[in-house]
């Protein structure tokens, strides 16, 4: 199972970016065997590349922070589960997002509820 992260740098003990967009990498995390691909982040104004990357790559969920309507739009659409993780480093995220104590962001405005 691939989960991606948003990180400020490219290792597990990074923090998780505040703003999806901010990132400076993207890390693709398989969680059978903590392996990950970084990418880094150049410069994507809306996150739609991003967004993109992480669908391509079959990821299950996206640890981030808060994010733009497009990248929403396109993670949401393609059945992406995100999840808040600002203020945690990627390693300790992940494992907060396993014991299902990761914030779940359901909507644009970044909340755990649905909008009507």
């Known amino acids: 199972m691939n989960i991606a992260v948003v990180a400020d740098g490219k290792s597990i003990e990074s923090m998780v970016s505040e703003e999806f967009v901010l990132c400076n990498y993207l890390l693709i995390v398989n969680m059978d065997n903590m392996e990950f691909d970084t990418l880094e982040n150049k410069g994507d104004l809306y996150g739609e590349t991003l967004a ?6 079959d990821c299950e969920a996206v640890i981030t922070g808060k994010l733009t309507k497009q990248a929403f739009d396109i993670i949401a659409d393609n059945n992406v589960t995100r999840y808040d993780g600002r203020g945690y480093s990627v390693g300790e995220a992940l494992v907060l997002m396993n014991r299902y104590a990761l914030r779940l962001i359901r909507n644009i405005e970044g909340t ?3 909008l009507n």
């Open 52 to 57: 993109n990357i992480i669908v391509e790559n």
């Open 112 to 114: 755990d509820y649905c």
